[in-house]
Structures are given as structure tokens and as C-alpha cells.
């Protein structure tokens, strides 16, 4: 039975580095409103968060780091070594994280959620799903994802998947299992198929994700869609055409960058002369790519593909929007009519937010900064 009424769970689990979260990114593609569990467990503990001095509490002021924080590396070392250690941090967390869960489902437009959880199946989550996925990739896939994405040593890798329930009791509970093991395309046609399989049609045609978004000007009539990986090749095209990169991006490039992150399509009349490309993690949207062809003014083109991302971040309740621009763009008067400040990471005044900025800001890019939001999810009441 789902959380909440006229709404369409889906519980989407898989261990450690088997490629859940860009499952759940596939499904955000389809329409579907994601929830990643544990990017809010991770908020949970943060300062000034519920369960903070919980953690604190039991664990002892050593698991601090010099700014205060929580430093969940420590805290990992110790509850992946100690199975009772980590019962009593799950028995912290886990109902801080449903509460947050179901906030956030009540405040979906969207009537399909996906909600992504690597301990879904051992919470009260799972009874709370209409339809169980579990992503799936064999021991050494695992093992090669967390030593080359995750930078984690081959022992290190091994504890976390040791530590971690058999993938074959996830298999077991599993109403569709994507087999993630083999290219962006293949996994996207999985996940395709189950959508159209499994997801009512009646609550598909809610979803307004992909309507297109008309904006006259004076100066230009301007449509923003929301791109798909049918549209890998388009935006391919646009990015060698604009940015002229040193290794031409190929259309296998852009489909596994929705692996990662969303796209929005500017159109001028029939061309595309326009992309945003943006992720939103842990509450947080972020605008890593921003191009647009010399035959569109940035003060037309800017406003109508900014306010769509911010429109489609505050659906998924974001706090804060980074928006990273390139030199050409980064005309600070133009930026704050939109409502932009200029800021450096370590500005930011929530840890989530600095997190977020230190992680995509690039070289020759200027970051801007936008509060979404006024309440925080997980802040304490």
C-alpha cells in the first residue's frame, strides 16, 4: 500500500555499486519523482539535524571533524567492522529518513515515485511500495565501480560489499530486477520495458515533465522541452558545434550522462540552439552544462531555460539551486535579475550545499547561487 493516497511507489534497491541511482535517474527521465533515501540518511546526521546528538550520544565526539560535523568516513569504518554498531546507527537514522520519505512523497506533483534505498527491503519502507526494482551486477562489476568511481581501495571495496546483505535475497523480494552490468543503452531499454509493463497508464498521463515549454519574446519564440537519451545525438551535435571541446562528445558520451544528470532542449523555431544540463542530489540542484548557440541572445534564451530548471528542481522540493557558468555567461547584473548571487563554496552556509559547490565547481567557471526554498527537509522541529 503506498505512503500516499493516489500515489505509485516504486522501491528501488541493489547493494553497493550496482547502479541503483542511475536507475532511479532513468525512471526521473520516464516522469517519476525521485527520492534518494540515502542522501537524506547522510542529512540526517548532519548539524543541527535530528539525529545528530544521537550519533554523537553512542559513538562519542571522536566521529567529529574539525568543523563539527559528523565525518562519515570514521563512522563507516567503524559500523562496517561492527554489525551491532551499525543496528544501533540504522535504529537513529531509519526513522528520521521515513518521515522525510513521506514528506516528500505528500509533496510530489508527480503521481510516480520512485524512492531509491540501499536498506529498503530490512525498513518499513518496502510494506509502503506498490512495486519492488532491484538493480543488479555481478561481485566484480561492484568491485571495479567502487575502486575506480568511488576511489575506494580493493579492501575497502571488499568490506563494503561483504558487509551488505547476499544480492540474491534483494533478487528474491524483487518485483523487476535491472540487470546493470553492461552499457547505458541496454539498461535504459530494461528499464523501458518495466516502466511500460508495470507503472498504471492512468498515472503515467499525470506526469507534465515532458510538455514543452513555450516562452514568446520580442525577440525570439523559444520552446524548452525536456531531452531524452532519443536525444543523445542532438545535443552531441550542439555542444561539439558551440564548445568545440578538444575530443568531440559522441552520442554514446551524452547517453551515459543521463546516467548522471537531466537535460533541457532550447528550440528556435526548428533548431536546437540551447542546453542545460542539471543534477539534483542530496536536495541540492545543480547546473553543470550550459550552452547556447551565437544565433540566440542570452538574454532571452538564459531566462526561459533557467526558470524551467528551477520550476522542475523546486517538484523534486530542492533547497538551493549552484548554477556553474562558463566565462562567456557569467555577466553577474544579468544573474542577479534572476535572483543569483555570486558566491564561493565556502560561502555556503548548510555543509549539504558546500558539498554539492566543491563537487562540480570547475576551473574558468563561476559559481551562482540561488535559495529555492526557505524550509529544510530533516531540520529539527
Not at 127 to 155: F, G, H, T
Not at 186 to 201: D, F, H, I, L, S
Not at 210 to 218: D, F, G, K, L, Y
Not at 306 to 313: D, G, P, T
Amino acid at each position: 500500500m503506498s505512503i500516499a493516497t493516489g500515489k505509485f511507489v516504486i522501491g528501488l534497491t541493489g547493494n553497493i555499486g550496482t547502479g541503483k541511482s542511475v536507475v532511479r535517474r532513468m525512471l526521473e527521465h520516464l516522469g517519476a519523482h525521485g527520492i534518494d533515501a540515502d542522501a537524506l540518511s547522510h542529512r540526517a546526521i548532519a548539524k543541527g539535524a535530528p539525529g545528530y546528538q544521537a550519533v554523537i550520544d553512542h559513538f562519542g565526539r571522536w566521529v567529529l571533524s574539525p568543523d563539527g560535523e559528523i565525518d562519515r568516513a570514521k563512522l563507516a569504518r567503524v559500523v562496517f567492522a561492527d554489525k551491532e554498531a551499525l543496528a544501533v546507527l540504522e535504529g537513529i537514522i531509519h526513522p528520521l529518513v521515513q518521515q522525510g520519505v513521506e514528506w516528500l512523497i505528500k509533496r510530489s506533483p508527480q503521481r510516480v515515485v520512485v524512492i531509491e534505498a540501499i536498506k529498503l527491503l530490512e525498513s518499513s519502507l518496502a510494506r509502503s511500495c506498490d512495486s519492488i526494482w532491484v538493480a543488479y551486477a555481478p561481485p566484480e562489476v561492484q568491485m571495479q565501480r567502487l575502486m575506480v568511481n568511488r576511489k575506494m581501495s580493493e579492501a575497502e571495496a571488499r568490506q563494503r560489499i561483504t558487509a551488505q546483505s547476499p544480492q540474491e535475497k534483494k533478487l528474491a523480494a524483487a518485483s523487476v530486477v535491472i540487470r546493470n552490468d553492461s552499457s547505458y543503452e541496454e539498461a535504459w531499454k530494461q528499464v523501458t520495458a518495466a516502466w511500460n509493463r508495470v507503472v498504471p497508464k492512468e498515472m503515467i498521463s499525470f506526469t507534465e515533465e515532458n510538455q514543452p515549454v513555450h516562452r514568446h519574446t520580442p525577440a525570439a519564440d523559444l520552446t524548452v522541452l525536456r531531452g531524452a537519451p532519443r536525444d543523445s545525438e542532438a545535443i552531441a551535435g550542439l555542444l561539439n558545434r558551440v564548445s568545440r571541446p578538444a575530443r568531440p562528445v559522441t552520442r554514446d558520451d551524452i547517453m551515459a550522462a543521463f546516467g548522471e544528470k537531466a537535460f533541457l532542449m532550447l528550440r528556435s523555431g526548428g533548431n536546437l540552439a540551447g542546453v542545460l544540463g542539471w543534477q539534483v542530489e542530496n536536495l541540492v540542484a545543480r547546473t553543470v552544462d550550459l550552452v547556447l548557440s551565437p544565433e540566440v541572445a542570452p538574454g532571452d534564451a538564459l531566462p526561459v531555460l533557467v526558470e524551467e530548471m528551477e520550476r522542475a528542481s523546486r517538484n523534486l522540493q530542492c533547497e538551493a539551486s549552484l548554477v556553474f557558468v562558463p566565462t562567456e555567461l557569467a555577466n553577474e547584473g544579468f544573474w542577479k535579475k534572476l535572483g543569483y548571487e555570486k558566491r564561493l563554496p565556502q560561502a555556503l552556509s548548510v555543509t549539504a550545499w558546500q558539498e554539492a559547490a566543491n563537487e562540480s565547481m570547475r576551473t574558468g567557471s563561476t559559481m551562482y547561487f540561488k535559495q529555492l526554498r526557505v524550509d529544510r527537509v530533516l531540520r529539527p522541529i
